[in-house]
């Protein structure tokens, strides 16, 4: 089974999936200290930050473990 599982609460629109994606997987698989929780912690970030009058885009994001 996964260890762990990004999802979201409801759906989205294309452009916030992108960019937590792209940050995501960025930082996670860019950096080898990085861990799963720090790459999630900094998109969601980024997404906030680049959408903060949208918070409906950054506040889905969910990671279980």
């Not at 950096?31 to 997404?47: K, L, R, T």
């Amino acid at each position: 089974g996964a260890r762990a599982v990004i999802a979201t609460r409801w759906p989205l629109d294309d452009d916030a999936a992108f960019l937590f994606a792209r940050t995501f997987y960025g930082i996670w698989l860019g950096d080898d200290s990085a861990s799963i929780d720090e790459a999630f912690a900094c998109a969601v970030q980024e997404v906030r930050q680049t959408m903060a009058a949208q918070p409906h885009a950054w506040g889905s994001f969910v990671l279980l473990k």
